[in-house]
Nanobody, 114 residues
Framework: VQLQASGGGLVQPGGSLRLSCAAS????????IAWYRRAPGKQRELVAT???????RYADSVKGRFTISRDNAKNTVYLQMNSLKPEDTAVYFC?????????WGQGTLVTVSS
C-alpha cells in the first residue's frame, strides 16, 4: 500500500497536533504500525509502534504525551501528540507492515516553536 502522511505544521510549545497516515489499501491485516521521526542533524528514531496484539511501545521521550492508534475502517493510522516540546521538532514518518511487506509514508514536518 501507499501511505500519505499529513497533519504536521507549526505549533507552540505545550500545544497538540494529530498526525494522520492514510493508506491506499486496507490495513486491517497490518501486523505492525509505527511512527518514526528524524530531527535535524539526528538519526531516525522510533516514536511509537503498535502490533495486532495491541502491544504498544513508545520512546521514553514521548511516553505519556503521544498516542498511536489505527482506524481500520478508514485505513488510517494516527499519532496524537500532546504537550509538544521544541525537541519534538522533526519530520515524522508512518510505517505499516503486513506480513513481510512494508510501506513508508513520505513524511510530515512538525515544528514546535514559540
Amino acid at each position: 500500500v501507499q501511505l500519505q502522511a499529513s497533519g504536521g505544521g507549526l505549533v507552540q510549545p505545550g500545544g497538540s497536533l494529530r498526525l494522520s497516515c492514510a493508506a491506499s489499501g486496507s490495513i486491517i491485516s497490518a501486523n505492525v504500525i509505527a511512527w518514526y521521526r528524524r530531527a535535524p542533524g539526528k538519526q531516525r528514531e522510533l516514536v511509537a509502534t503498535s502490533t495486532t496484539r495491541v502491544i504498544t511501545r513508545y520512546a521514553d521521550s514521548v511516553k505519556g504525551r503521544f498516542t498511536i492508534s489505527r482506524d481500520n475502517a478508514k485505513n488510517t493510522v494516527y499519532l496524537q501528540m500532546n504537550s509538544l516540546k521544541p525537541e519534538d521538532t522533526a519530520v515524522y514518518f508512518c510505517y505499516v507492515q503486513t506480513g513481510g511487506s512494508y510501506s513508508w509514508g513520505q513524511g510530515t514536518l512538525v515544528t514546535v516553536s514559540s
